[in-house]
Structure formats: C-alpha cells, structure tokens
C-alpha cells in the first residue's frame, strides 16, 4: 500500500465495513481454512481491502463496492484472451463466480476450481517470487506483511527516491520488534553495486520517519486478522503487542547452496554498506527471519 498524505500508513481496522461484511460470507471462511492448510496461500491487508496471495502471486483482491464485496482475480490466471485486465468475481450463495461465463467456462466458481487457478499463477510465478513464498510459509507465525509498496512521490519529502517495495515486514519473535526484510538473489547485478545501498537507506527512512504510523498499522492489523480468522488463536502473532520498530532493515540474499554463498557472499560484503542494516543473511532453500543473536556462518547481526 503506499503512504497517503491525509490518512498516513493504515492497515484494515477491525470496525472495518468490509470485515463484518466477510464475517458473514461462508466463502470468505473457506479461504481462511484453506490459508491454514494449505503453505502457499497467504492473505494480507491493505488499507481498505484485503489481498489473497497464492506463490505471492495475486489470487484475490477483496474490496467493498458501495455496500457490497467485490473480488476481483487477474485474467490471465483464468483465460489468456480478454481485454479487461481484471475480472469481477461475484460473491453468490457461498461461492465466488466469474460474472460472464463465457469468459471462463472453465472456471466459474472459484474456490471449487482452485487448483487450477493456483497452477494458472505458478506459470507466472518467477523464480523470486518462488523464493519468496518459500520464506513466507518458514515464517508464517511472525510475517505480519509482504509486498508493501510505497512511493517516494506521496513519502514524507526528505525521503527521496522513486518506488519501492519491501518484500516482508517481521514481528521479530527474539527482539519484539517490526523488522523490514529485503530479499534479493545471489546473482543480481544490485547487489554488486551502489543500487543495494540506496534502496536499504530509503527503507531506514522510510522506517524512522514514520515509525508512530507503522506500529498503529500493523498493529490493527493483526487485531483484525484475529476477528476475521487468519490468525488463530493458538499463532504468536495472536498475542502480540506492537511497540517498537527497527529501522535497520535486514538483507537476506539467496544463494541456493553453500558452494554459491561461499564463492559469491566476500564480494557481496565487500560492496555492502552495513550502516542501515540490522542483519546480512545468505541462505540456501529457506531461513528464519527473526534476528539470532549467535553466532552463524550464513548470518551477521549489526545490532
């Protein structure tokens, strides 16, 4: 979501309209049960509307209309020839309808043809976002966002720079705090030059300047993912108390095995400024984000 000048950075609030309105949608609870079985789904709010991500790619978009729940899904995860970029599902008698069959008549209930929506979206899945769903299922008890964009057109002026995006935000189970994580591959040309170094000094002013702003967010945002079901009660997040963030992002680089790591990760550090950094992660298939203080071949801590 990006920053608006008059409402600031907000999450979903739990009088929401939406999500008394989802409370009382039986499809909306076949989600949250299959967010909790199955590891590739992940549901995440926005300020006002919600996202359901499948291999971080967009399965849902979930907003209120008027007074009315509309859910759209991108096309090319139903059919490859329409125009309109995305398609109005319409929430009806506990199922989730493409509104013109002859759009998808192959797929016109949603949940009841999710396999092959999610295999649609695995074709588009890169390898990056293969990655990313990986991390997101490892953490799932402390992730408490993913793709959260910003603009530096709508930041506060004295952070520069054009758009970003911070892959995860981590409610750090050791240091009981809001951690931004950037994820990269140990092969990207940025890590190899001064690109790597601006974008984690926007995310630390990003983080500093509007610190009041992200803990009220995420905080409300767990508070309703708790009403509406996507956190269970028995998770760590469900008792969670936001009160801090750390500005200092950390920088997990993706080496898939530790030949790579240890043939690439002496010139990656050479060029990494560690300033802004909480922590510098190398890693094979998957890692836990939340900040060790001990000591690791893979990890450095600048706490």
Same mark, same amino acid.
């Given at each position: 979501?990006?920053?608006?000048?008059?409402?600031?950075?907000?999450?979903?609030?739990?009088?929401?309209?939406?999500?008394?309105?989802?409370?009382?949608?039986?499809?909306?609870?076949?989600?949250?049960?299959?967010?909790?079985?199955?590891?590739?789904?992940?549901?995440?709010?926005?300020?006002?509307?919600?996202?359901?991500?499948?291999?971080?790619?967009?399965?849902?978009?979930?907003?209120?209309?008027?007074?009315?729940?509309?859910?759209?899904?991108?096309?090319?995860?139903?059919?490859?020839?329409?125009?309109?970029?995305?398609?109005?599902?319409?929430?009806?008698?506990?199922?989730?309808?493409?509104?013109?069959?002859?759009?998808?008549?192959?797929?016109?209930?949603?949940?009841?043809?999710?396999?092959?929506?999610?295999?649609?979206?695995?074709?588009?899945?890169?390898?990056?976002?293969?990655?990313?769903?990986?991390?997101?299922?490892?953490?799932?008890?402390?992730?408490?966002?993913?793709?959260?964009?910003?603009?530096?057109?709508?930041?506060?002026?004295?952070?520069?720079?054009?758009?970003?995006?911070?892959?995860?935000?981590?409610?750090?189970?050791?240091?009981?705090?809001?951690?931004?994580?950037?994820?990269?591959?140990?092969?990207?040309?940025?890590?190899?030059?001064?690109?790597?170094?601006?974008?984690?000094?926007?995310?630390?002013? *990003?983080?500093?300047?509007?610190?009041?702003?992200?803990?009220?967010?995420?905080?409300?945002?767990?508070?309703?993912?708790?009403?509406?079901?996507?956190?269970?009660?028995?998770?760590?997040?469900?008792?969670?108390?936001?009160?801090?963030?750390?500005?200092?992002?950390?920088?997990?680089?993706?080496?898939?095995?530790?030949?790579?790591?240890?043939?690439?990760?002496?010139?990656?550090?050479?060029?990494?400024?560690?300033?802004?950094?909480?922590?510098?992660?190398? *890693?094979?298939?998957?890692?836990?984000?939340?900040?060790?203080?001990?000591?690791?071949?893979?990890?450095?801590?600048?706490?």
């Amino acid at each position: 979501m990006e920053i608006n000048r008059r409402n600031g950075f907000t999450r979903l609030k739990d009088n929401h309209p939406l999500v008394d309105s989802l409370l009382s949608e039986s499809w909306w609870h076949e989600i949250v049960k299959l967010s909790h079985t199955d590891p590739d789904i992940s549901i995440q709010l926005r300020s006002d509307s919600i996202n359901v991500y499948s291999k971080m790619g967009s399965l849902l978009r979930i907003s209120l209309q008027g007074n009315k729940v509309c859910c759209g899904v991108h096309y090319k995860y139903l059919v490859a020839n329409v125009k309109s970029p995305y398609e109005k599902i319409v929430p009806s008698n506990g199922q989730l309808l493409v509104e013109k069959d002859n759009l998808c008549p192959n797929i016109r209930d949603i949940l009841k043809n999710i396999k092959t929506i999610k295999q649609n979206i695995a074709v588009y899945t890169g390898e990056e976002k293969a990655i990313q769903s990986r991390l997101v299922e490892k953490n799932k008890e402390t992730i408490v966002d993913i793709e959260v964009a910003f603009s530096g057109k709508s930041v506060p002026d004295d952070v520069e720079g054009d758009n970003a995006r911070i892959d995860f935000v981590n409610f750090d189970k050791n240091i009981r705090k809001l951690v931004f994580v950037e994820l990269k591959q140990a092969f990207d040309a940025r890590l190899y030059n001064q690109d790597i170094n601006d974008q984690i000094k926007k995310y630390y002013d *990003f983080a500093l300047k509007n610190e009041g702003q992200i803990i009220k967010a995420y905080q409300d945002s767990i508070n309703t993912k708790k009403k509406l079901g996507i956190i269970k009660t028995t998770s760590f997040l469900a008792d969670a108390k936001i009160e801090a963030i750390e500005p200092r992002p950390i920088l997990a680089i993706a080496g898939y095995n530790q030949n790579v790591i240890d043939g690439l990760s002496v010139k990656i550090r050479k060029n990494i400024c560690t300033k802004y950094l909480a922590g510098l992660y190398f *890693f094979g298939t998957d890692v836990d984000l939340n900040i060790q203080m001990r000591k690791h071949q893979n990890k450095e801590i600048f706490l």
